[in-house]
């Protein structure tokens, strides 16, 4: 069969390569440690497996409204007014299977051909895959360890223009664990509102914040109407394989969202939904319980990394990845990689697999078990003692 030319244009995520390669290995009897793929290793609290049952037991079986139940967009939308300090009215939510697809859907509704997005790199694949796919033409902005992987605002003041139709900003930030302060996500949002343009701000690493108060975007002024806030259950509930996500965001664009999901999805499983009720409605304890125990593991991995031949790891402020600096060891990022998964039976990323201006840098994720992680660091020293040689 012959593909569509559009599909040569869209790309992949680095982590469920490696991560299909490293099981490879598993089934021939090699022990690897998996720090490639971004999701905790707490199961998903009990009261809320407790509430997916109820709803399979009650027959919540059946196809529901696109844009997502009323009570969950209610809970959704309570949520996000108190979590950011911003009004929110539940026909600005709309629910999705995951919150990749709120990012699929929005650049899909906002960006047309030659339409330019502004994004970090490094960042997440996906961003750069789905404008490249809706024949946009991404504009990457760089991430730079000396400014403690904040937005180069220069930069973004120099590339932003008539052309640009979306600024993408993540913070906490997947790969490099930055964290964008108020006063740069201000410089942003003043840019935003000069030129007009929307934000996607992904925020689905909120909780994951190991130093001050979490800033959102969509809280400055005259930016309620320019932002679609991305948020889900993966990350914060160890839910990311019910696949449970939601966008909040102008009402047209909500309806624009809506629509695609009509045209794909059709709706979220129901049954998925009523558990999202009960993680927004019930016990917060189990997210805090897990984020303090990521600080420890973040502050063992930083450690321990430091430690190795040829790295040096800058301490990350949020989400569960460590994005150590390989540069002294003077190999190209993928090739270390490589090594670490066939060598030292270590799975994780080359920095590269997240724009130009990753390379130089691995990414691991440290959601993984404090005994995993010191193997890890164990299995990776012999193996970086070579390379560097
Ligand atoms: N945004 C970022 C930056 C991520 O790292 C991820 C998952 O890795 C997502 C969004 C998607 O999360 P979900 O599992 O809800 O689709």
């Known amino acids: 069969m012959e593909l569509a030319d559009r599909m040569a244009r869209l790309g992949t995520e680095s982590a469920f390569e490696v991560l299909a390669q490293a099981l490879e290995l598993e089934r021939r009897g090699r022990e690897i440690v998996h720090l490639e793929i971004g999701e905790p290793d707490f199961e998903t609290p009990e009261h809320i497996k407790?509430?997916?049952?109820?709803?399979?037991?009650?027959?919540?079986?059946?196809?529901?409204?696109?844009?997502?139940?009323?009570?969950?967009?209610?809970?959704?939308?309570?949520?996000?007014?108190?979590?950011?300090?911003?009004?929110?009215?539940?026909?600005?939510?709309?629910?999705?299977?995951?919150?990749?697809?709120?990012?699929?859907?929005?650049?899909?509704?906002?960006?047309?051909?030659?339409?330019?997005?502004?994004?970090?790199?490094p960042g997440f694949p996906i961003y750069e895959s789905v404008v490249n796919f809706a024949g946009g033409v991404p504009i990457p902005i760089p991430l730079l360890e000396e400014r403690g992987f904040g937005f180069d605002l220069e930069e973004l003041e120099r590339r932003v223009s008539r052309k640009t139709k979306l600024i993408i900003v993540n913070s906490p930030h997947n790969p490099t664990g930055g964290v964008l302060d108020p006063d740069d996500l201000g410089r942003i949002a003043e840019t935003a509102r000069h030129y007009r343009v929307p934000v996607l701000s992904d925020e689905i690493y909120r909780d994951f914040l190991y130093e001050g108060a979490f800033a959102s975007i969509a809280a400055f002024p005259g930016m309620s109407e320019l932002t679609i806030l991305l948020d889900g259950f993966s990350k914060s509930y160890a839910m990311t394989g019910w696949r449970l996500g939601y966008g909040v965001m102008p009402r047209?664009?909500?309806?624009?969202?809506?629509?695609?999901?009509?045209?794909?999805?059709?709706?979220?499983?129901?049954?998925?939904?009523?558990?999202?009720i009960a993680a927004l409605r019930g016990d917060q304890a189990p997210v805090r319980g897990m984020v303090e125990e990521f600080r420890r593991r973040r502050d063992l991995i930083v450690e321990g990394l430091g430690k190795l031949p040829g790295v040096s790891c800058p301490r990350p402020r949020g989400a569960f990845y460590a994005f150590p600096n390989v540069t002294a060891l003077r190999h190209p990022s993928r090739e270390i990689a490589r090594h670490l998964l066939n060598e030292a039976g270590v799975a994780l990323l080359w920095g590269s697999a997240f724009g130009r201006y990753g390379e130089g840098y691995l990414r691991l994720s440290y959601a993984s078990s404090e005994v995993n992680l010191r193997r890890a660091l164990a299995q990776m020293a012999p193996v970086l003692a070579r390379v560097a040689r």
């Open 50 to 121: 407790a509430a997916a049952k109820r709803a399979l037991d009650e027959g919540q079986t059946h196809y529901g409204p696109p844009a997502g139940l009323p009570e969950l967009r209610e809970a959704i939308a309570e949520h996000v007014a108190g979590t950011r300090g911003i009004p929110v009215a539940p026909d600005e939510v709309v629910v999705t299977p995951g919150a990749k697809p709120i990012m699929f859907f929005a650049i899909l509704a906002l960006v047309g051909r030659g339409d330019e997005v502004i994004l970090p790199d």
């Open 252 to 276: 047209a664009l909500a309806e624009a969202v809506t629509r695609l999901m009509v045209n794909s999805a059709s709706c979220t499983a129901t049954f998925v939904q009523r558990a999202g």
